[in-house]
């Protein structure tokens, strides 16, 4: 499979709990990038790493939200003390360089706090 | 601050008629504007960019259209199939804090209805 993966597809969890997801992007992408998307809204920036470099975080990455890509192939985004209002889909996209503007998205992981 | 929205919520058409949605940006150092589609469940699918010294750029049915006067974008789809039901986004890409790299701000998304 050569597009963005995304585990898991859902998830369930009780306000409180931590949740993580992985993101594998195309693999020649040097560059991988996570926003959030709620319910007939855009997605919204959160984080983008070069390589395993994280080089930006958005306002919305409260300092219960941590990301990881440790060898510069996958990445996990990590949610501490889960709330209702971190409810939404997350979605991981890669691309190949800073000239490209086609990033190609992975079908997300659908993130419902209870 | 930058924005970047949407004039039309949802779009209904017939199949076979040309669709237009519309985006208007308030962020005129982006340096590309891109349009994406989003079917149900699935993650943004990009279909066409522009880079903002252009006003227009065709693609396999698809055109799109930037008026930097009025800071208008719009994507036209050429007769319109039941497969192009979705909700699309415009997106702009502006530069991260860094100064070299970039991230897309995203519109709000038209829902575009295609009725066989």
């Known amino acids: 499979d050569t597009g963005v993966s995304q585990n898991p597809r859902h998830k369930i969890t009780k306000r409180g709990q931590n949740v993580t997801f992985r993101c594998d992007p195309i693999?020649?992408?040097?560059?991988l990038y996570w926003y959030r998307q709620t319910l007939g809204q855009g997605p919204e920036f959160l984080t983008y790493?070069?390589?395993?470099?994280?080089?930006?975080k958005s306002r919305l990455l409260s300092d219960r939200f941590s990301a990881e890509r440790p060898k510069g192939s996958f990445s996990t985004l990590e949610i501490q003390r889960t709330e209702q209002g971190d409810s939404a889909m997350y979605l991981c996209?890669?691309?190949?360089?800073?000239?490209?503007?086609?990033?190609?998205f992975g079908q997300g992981t659908r993130l419902t706090v209870v | 601050g930058e924005s970047v929205g949407l004039h039309l919520p949802t779009l209904s058409v017939q199949e076979g008629d040309n669709s237009i949605i519309n985006c208007a940006y308030s962020?005129?150092?982006?340096?590309?504007f891109i349009w994406y589609k989003q079917e149900s469940g699935k993650g943004p699918q990009f279909i066409i960019d522009?880079?903002?010294?252009?006003d227009k750029r065709q693609g396999q049915r698809v055109t799109v259209l930037l008026n930097k006067t009025v800071k208008h974008l719009s994507l036209q789809i050429a007769a319109t199939q039941p497969g192009d039901s979705a909700v699309y986004f415009c997106?702009?890409?502006?530069?991260?804090?860094?100064?070299?790299?970039?991230?897309?701000?995203f519109g709000k998304g038209t829902l575009l209805t295609v009725n066989p």
């Open positions: 962020n005129s150092a982006s340096d590309y």
């Open positions: 997106a702009e890409r502006a530069l991260l804090s860094g100064g070299s790299n970039y991230k897309l701000t």
């Open positions: 522009i880079r903002s010294n252009m």
């Open positions: 790493f070069q390589n395993e470099a994280q080089l930006e």
């Open positions: 693999s020649e992408h040097n560059r």
């Open positions: 996209a890669s691309s190949l360089g800073s000239s490209n503007t086609e990033a190609f």
